[in-house]
Structures are given as structure tokens and as C-alpha cells.
């Protein structure tokens, strides 16, 4: 396929997300499904305009004047091609599948409209209302810190240390561009695609198949760190997912001790055992969603909360979701976090800790679901930990960059892409007294 055409398909795309309010993913593989001609060249280009035009959709609306599919279309590939309109008219032309070119006053607009005179939540690529919520959750840097959330992300990976050491990793991936990440000591990060490239596939490679590493965010590979399991632990991952954290977590441990991996939902958590198999962790009892844990009750020395969250964080990634997530929605994940945090709580040994974590930017989310559970528990003898001064201590080339508060005697840490240059992640741990 030719860029006319590519263009044309990213728009047709773009429009079917906004006229359905689905999930760009679902739209793109529906588009493969009916366009079976088009390469995996073809796919990834038009992926790339679909999501550069949804990380922006606000601030590329306003600099054309215009908010339709192809408008945006035509803005992500000026922007994010970085092509000049001649350039791009000279491609179009003669190419019988292209878009028509919008107007030259309005792409002349495109290219000197001044953000500065935008509202905020336009210059920011947020709804209204999700602004109002970066403002009190991250302060007067918000619309930086959201701006950042809609650049393109890199791809990071961990070295599964049971299996392989990060050196070892970053040389079989050389031809990639992989490289030591710069936070987590076992992270590796190829870094964001400019233009029209695509990340590889990494998950072909034989290294992945032998388990060498894991495909996790850089921040997520912070949060389970943070936790400091320990060898010879009794761990309990309670919302594991598809096990992400999981595996970090056996690997910290060294194949030692014991995690018990469960989730409320079993679609979600089968992946894990696939996942456990090709890592090499023999320390992972899963558990089914209908088992009873009433025996690991005040058993345990780290619980794990990995939330069921917003995913505000992870909106370089899935651009789509910001557009798409509701109040209502947002008011259903606190009642979540609250009931899954009772739920932990009953899990922790005393002298044990809770470790909470979501991947999510908004304050009601994260610090304020701690001072909740710490108000309705007062009586159980949980004090907040200083995660800021774990963080200064594991990471000392990290400078103090992340977000530290102080709350309740401690403090919890929030990672932003415009801080840490990871995905947005919060994280808090609990102590209970001896
Ligand atoms: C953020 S995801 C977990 C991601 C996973 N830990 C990883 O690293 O790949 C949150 C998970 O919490 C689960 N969940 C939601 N409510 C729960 C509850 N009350 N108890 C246990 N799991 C719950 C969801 O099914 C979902 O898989």
C-alpha cells in the first residue's frame, strides 16, 4: 500500500473507534480481518496514525480547527511523519485510494496554531474532567505531565534473572537497539519508534522462547521491586492477572519460598500458567478464583495488591481509554480498591506488609484509597512504610525523581512517564505491627 492509502485506512479506523466507542485494537484487527492484502508493513503503519492521532486527538482537533477522522489523520501523519504539506500533497498525488487534502488555510493553521492560547485540557489531550483530576492529583505540572502521556512509549523488557542475566539479554537483542533500562536494575528498553517504524516482535525471538526475559513496563518492574520480596518469603499475589508482577516477584525471590498467585477472574489469570512454565518458576502455587484462602489468612509476609484500576497510566499505550473512560467508571474502580484492600488485609501476618499498586495517576485512586483503608482499619496496626526512602536507597542513580508524599508517618511514590519515563505507577506499603 501506498501513504494514500494507509491514510485512508487509518481515518476509516479513527472513525469507526469514535462512531462505535470501541477499543482501537478491536478496530485495527477488524480492519486487518476485512483488508487481508494489506502486509504487516501496511498494518503497522496505519497503527501508528491511528494511535499517534489518539494520543492527540484533542490538541490536533483544535490546531485544525477540525475534530473529524480525517482531520486527526491527517495531523498525525504531519506530526508524527513529521512531512511538510507539500511533501505530503506531492505523495498523495496521482494515488487514487488517498484522502482528499484538507484545505491549505487549515493545515497552514495546523502547523502555527500556538497551544499556549489552548485551554489547558486541550493543550493537556485530556476530557475536562479527567483535567480537573490531574490538576489535584499531580499539581501545577499536570498538563506537562499528561502531555507526556501522550508520546509514543519505548518497549521494555526484564531479564528473567532464574534464567538469564540482563547482559546477556541486551547482547542477544543488540539488533533491536535494546539497551540497559535506566531505573530497574533488571530492565531493558528499546526505545520509542520514530516515524513509521515499527517495534519488532520480540516475542519471536528464541531468546523469549527459552524465558530469557519478559515483556513488562519499566514501572511495573519498580512497583514489584518495591516490595522487597524476599527469598524464603510467604508471598500472595491477590490480584495477579496474567501474572506480570508475579514473575518479577518468584524471580526476586530467587525460586525460594512461596508465591500463591490468585485473581477473581480465571479468563484473566490463564495465561499465567504458560507464562510460569516458560520462566522457569517453581515457587508459584496458582490458586482458582473458587479455591478457599481462609488457610493462608494472617499467614502471609507480603500481599500484593495489584489493583484493578483506571489504567490513567498506561495511556501512552492504550490511547483510546482515555477518551473512553467515564465518572462512573472511575467511581466502580474506588469501591473495587477499597473491597480488595479489606480483602489483603486479612491476609498479613503480623510484622508482615501490604504492598498497593495501581497504574493509575488520579490521587482518589491511590493515596486516598490508603488514607481510607488506614481510617476504616485503625485498630489492625498498620502503619504506612517510607517508600520514599526505599526508593532512594534501591535506586540511588534515580536522583529522586518519581513523586514522593508524606502520608500517615511515611510516604508512598507515584511514577510518571514525565518523571521516571516509565508508564504512570503508584505505590504504597503497609506494615503491620508485630
Ligand atoms: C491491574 S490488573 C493485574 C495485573 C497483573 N498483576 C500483572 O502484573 O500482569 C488487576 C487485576 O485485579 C483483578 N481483581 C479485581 N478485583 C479483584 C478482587 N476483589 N480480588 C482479586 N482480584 C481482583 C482483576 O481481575 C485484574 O486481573
Known amino acids: 500500500m501506498r501513504l494514500g492509502g494507509r491514510l485512508a485506512a487509518a481515518i476509516e479506523v479513527l472513525g469507526d473507534v469514535e462512531a462505535r466507542r470501541r477499543p482501537v485494537a478491536d478496530a485495527l484487527k477488524d480492519w486487518g480481518l476485512s483488508h487481508?492484502?494489506?502486509?504487516s508493513g501496511d498494518r503497522a503503519a496505519i497503527g501508528n496514525v491511528v494511535y499517534d492521532a489518539l494520543r492527540r486527538k484533542r490538541s490536533y482537533g483544535f490546531r485544525m480547527g477540525d475534530e473529524s477522522a480525517a482531520a486527526l489523520?491527517?495531523?498525525?501523519v504531519i506530526d508524527g511523519l513529521g512531512m511538510a504539506p507539500e511533501a505530503l500533497a506531492a505523495a498523495l498525488a496521482g494515488d487514487r485510494f488517498a484522502p482528499e487534502m484538507p484545505a491549505?488555510?487549515?493545515l497552514a493553521g495546523f502547523l502555527a496554531e500556538d497551544l499556549a492560547a489552548a485551554p489547558a485540557a486541550v493543550a493537556a489531550d485530556v476530557p475536562d474532567w479527567i483535567g480537573e483530576r490531574l490538576e489535584a492529583s499531580l499539581g501545577l505540572a499536570w498538563v506537562e505531565e499528561a502531555q507526556a502521556l501522550a508520546m509514543r512509549p519505548p518497549l521494555d523488557l526484564r531479564a528473567n534473572t532464574l534464567k538469564a542475566g540482563r547482559d546477556k539479554v541486551v547482547k542477544a537483542l543488540a539488533p533491536f537497539g535494546a539497551e540497559p533500562a535506566g531505573l530497574a536494575p533488571d530492565g531493558i528498553r528499546i526505545a520509542a519508534i520514530a516515524g513509521e517504524g515499527r517495534h519488532p516482535n520480540v516475542q519471536a525471538e528464541a531468546g523469549f522462547q527459552k524465558g530469557w526475559f519478559e515483556v513488562q513496563d519499566e514501572g511495573s518492574q519498580l512497583a514489584a521491586l518495591l516490595a522487597g520480596a524476599?527469598?524464603?518469603e510467604q508471598v500472595l499475589d491477590l490480584c495477579a492477572g496474567a501474572g506480570g508482577k508475579t514473575l518479577a516477584l518468584s524471580a526476586a525471590m530467587e525460586n525460594t519460598g512461596q508465591v500463591h498467585a490468585s485473581d477473581a477472574d480465571r479468563q484473566r489469570l490463564a495465561p499465567i500458567h504458560e507464562r510460569l512454565k516458560r520462566a522457569g518458576c517453581r515457587n508459584v502455587q496458582v490458586r482458582d478464583p473458587r479455591e478457599d484462602l481462609a488457610g493462608l489468612f494472617g499467614q502471609m509476609d507480603l500481599?500484593?495488591?495489584d489493583a484493578p484500576c483506571t489504567g490513567s497510566g498506561t495511556w501512552r499505550r492504550r490511547p483510546d481509554a482515555k477518551w473512553r473512560l467515564a465518572e462512573t467508571a472511575l467511581a466502580k474502580r474506588l469501591e473495587e480498591q477499597d473491597a480488595v484492600l479489606d480483602r489483603a488485609a486479612r491476609f498479613v501476618r503480623p510484622g508482615g506488609r501490604l504492598a498497593y499498586v495501581t497504574c493509575s495517576l488520579f490521587h482518589e485512586e491511590n493515596a486516598e484509597r490508603v488514607a481510607a483503608f488506614l481510617a476504616r482499619h485503625a485498630?489492625?496496626?498498620?502503619?504506612?512504610?517510607?517508600a520514599g526512602a526505599r526508593w532512594n536507597a534501591l535506586l540511588p542513580q534515580a536522583d529522586g525523581r518519581c513523586r514522593i508524599d508524606a502520608l500517615g508517618g511515611g510516604s508512598v511514590l507515584a511514577m510518571t512517564p514525565r518523571l521516571t519515563g516509565t508508564d504512570g505507577f503508584f505505590f504504597a506499603a503497609l506494615e503491620r505491627a508485630r
Open 303 to 305: 500481599v500484593f495488591v
Open 73 to 76: 489523520g491527517f495531523a498525525a
Open 230 to 232: 524476599a527469598p524464603g
Open 36 to 39: 487481508r492484502f494489506a502486509g
Open 104 to 106: 491549505p488555510e487549515r
Open 379 to 386: 485498630d489492625k496496626g498498620f502503619a504506612v512504610a517510607d
